[in-house]
């Protein structure tokens, strides 16, 4: 199993670009979460699916961020357009089901100039 | 809404010695309480986990307790080794709505010393 896959692992981008971070989760899972983890934060939950569709999406900190997941196997979030406090790693994670262990990706680290 | 709070939030010890994390929340209904370990760099990886029908639960040389009726809960480390050093994050699962969704703690950083 390849485990949860996320792409790119590293993206540099300059203030007011639209960024889009991919998660590809494991196979069978049914249960997709975005977290952002920073120093100052730590690491906070920003939306999750089940079943594709989106559940709870409080953590989505404003419009500038949006996510989707058109089907079982790829998710994206999207940053339009990007600021530099939104520098920090993105995780995605995946399980079985919404009360089950959820395994990372290896993250996306964002650096926003 | 949920809350967690961790720690201490950096502990060194020296190797050989154990090491204690501790956790509470405020949601009385949390039934889910699993701990990941940060390597430098990398993912979080779940280490254990305990759910709220037991109070305590091993796996070689770690350990986690749970307290319902103080809302805390622990991870013991025993005969720590320079590999456990890493951030170390407790959660708890939102009771609320069935919505699987864990809150984290802030983390703490274990530095073992060889």
């Known amino acids: 199993d390849a485990g949860v896959i996320q792409s790119p692992r590293h993206e540099v981008t300059e203030m007011g670009q639209e960024v889009t971070l991919r998660c590809k989760p494991i196979?069978?899972?049914?249960?997709l979460f975005w977290y952002r983890q920073t120093m100052m934060r730590g690491l906070e939950l920003l939306i999750y699916?089940?079943?594709?569709?989106?559940?709870?999406d409080s953590g989505m900190p404003e419009d500038r961020f949006s996510a989707k997941m058109p089907n079982a196997s790829f998710s994206t979030l999207k940053i339009q357009p990007s600021e530099p406090r939104d520098s920090a790693v993105y995780f995605c994670?995946?399980?079985?089901?919404?009360?089950?262990?959820?395994?990372f990706g290896p993250g996306t680290r964002l650096t926003v100039l | 809404g949920e809350n967690v709070e961790q720690h201490p939030s950096t502990l060194s010890v020296q190797e050989g010695d154990s090491a204690v994390i501790k956790c509470t929340y405020s949601?009385?209904?949390?039934?889910?309480f699993p701990w990941y370990k940060q390597e430098l760099g990398k993912r979080p990886q779940l280490i254990i986990d305990?759910?709220?029908?037991?109070g305590e639960k091993k796996d070689q040389r770690i350990a986690v307790t749970l307290n319902k009726t103080a809302k805390h809960f622990s991870l013991h480390i025993t005969e720590t080794q320079p590999e456990d050093s890493a951030v170390y994050f407790c959660?708890?699962?939102?009771?609320?709505?069935?919505?699987?969704?864990?809150?984290f703690g802030q983390g703490t950083t274990l530095q073992v010393k060889p």
């Open positions: 994670a995946s399980s079985p089901g919404q009360n089950n262990e959820q395994f």
């Open positions: 196979s069978g899972h049914n249960s």
């Open positions: 699916f089940n079943n594709n569709v989106p559940i709870d």
């Open positions: 949601d009385s209904a949390s039934n889910y």
């Open positions: 305990i759910r709220s029908n037991v």
């Open positions: 959660a708890a699962r939102v009771a609320t709505g069935n919505t699987g969704k864990l809150i």
